[in-house]
């Protein structure tokens, strides 16, 4: 089945600064890759995602970046601010053989996002 | 706009008894996922269903199950609670055709006692 790694499990960054979050993934089926942010006690949100036919999409301060013959995909956040901070989980989904249904999402372990003013 | 409601939003329950926690999809979805997270960890993926059919199965325990009804709610159902089965229970939902984004409620925080 899919396994998803993350790296770091924590990041700290000054104000202003860029954060970057690397995740890969082991099954090559895998096609769709969301980046959630959730913050203590709360629901994962979506920030930003990508398909496996895009090399690169931008959201504002959000980056997400694929590279799926290295199998591996990065958020970069820049001009981080307090509120950034939070735990980020990065995500990989299939589709299933089957019916061409949605497969289930296979989460990384989370990097905590600590922004220090 | 509706998002995903989940019910309770918080649950007390002692060893070896039963919960059942309920998900009320986003309108039209047809796709519910189950996801269980503990203090500090990742959702780990525990169940879901298409068009009331489970569609893929994960890390859930024989002691839980779980259904999708004709109106596309979902329960799951948790019987010998543990010690361990304290944790954030999320369910998501989504359309089925399309890489669509999936949207999680607010989760169902268990404490077993």
């Known amino acids: 089945g899919e396994n998803v790694e993350q790296h770091p499990s924590t990041l700290s960054v000054q104000e202003g600064d860029s954060a970057v979050i690397k995740c890969t993934y082991s099954?090559?089926?895998?096609?769709?890759f969301p980046w959630y942010k959730q913050e203590l006690g709360k629901r994962p949100q979506l920030i930003i995602d990508?398909?496996?036919?895009?090399g690169e999409k931008k959201d504002q301060r959000i980056a997400v970046t694929l590279n799926k013959t290295a199998k591996h995909f990065s958020l970069h956040i820049t001009e981080t601010q307090p509120e950034d901070s939070a735990v980020y989980f990065c995500?990989?989904?299939?589709?299933?053989?089957?019916?061409?249904?949605?497969?289930?999402?296979?989460f990384g372990k989370g990097t905590k996002l600590s922004v220090k003013p | 706009a509706a998002g995903v409601i989940q019910s309770p939003r918080h649950l007390i329950k002692e060893k070896r008894e039963t919960a059942t926690l309920k998900c009320y999809p986003i309108?039209?979805?047809?796709?519910v996922y189950w996801y269980q997270q503990g203090p500090g960890q990742d959702p780990q993926f525990l169940i879901s269903?298409?068009?009331?059919?489970?569609?893929d199965k994960g890390s859930i325990p024989d002691r839980f199950s779980a259904q999708q009804f004709s109106d596309y709610h979902s329960e799951l159902n948790m019987s010998s609670l543990e010690l361990g089965d304290s944790a954030l229970y999320f369910c998501?939902?989504?359309?089925?055709?399309?890489?669509?984004?999936?949207?999680f409620g607010q989760g169902t925080r268990l404490t077993v006692v």
């Open positions: 269903f298409y068009e009331k059919m489970q569609s």
């Open positions: 995500a990989a989904r299939k589709r299933l053989n089957y019916g061409g249904s949605q497969g289930n999402l296979i």
């Open positions: 990508i398909r496996s036919n895009v």
């Open positions: 998501a939902s989504s359309l089925r055709t399309g890489d669509t984004e999936a949207f």
């Open positions: 099954d090559s089926a895998s096609n769709y």
């Open positions: 309108p039209r979805h047809d796709t």
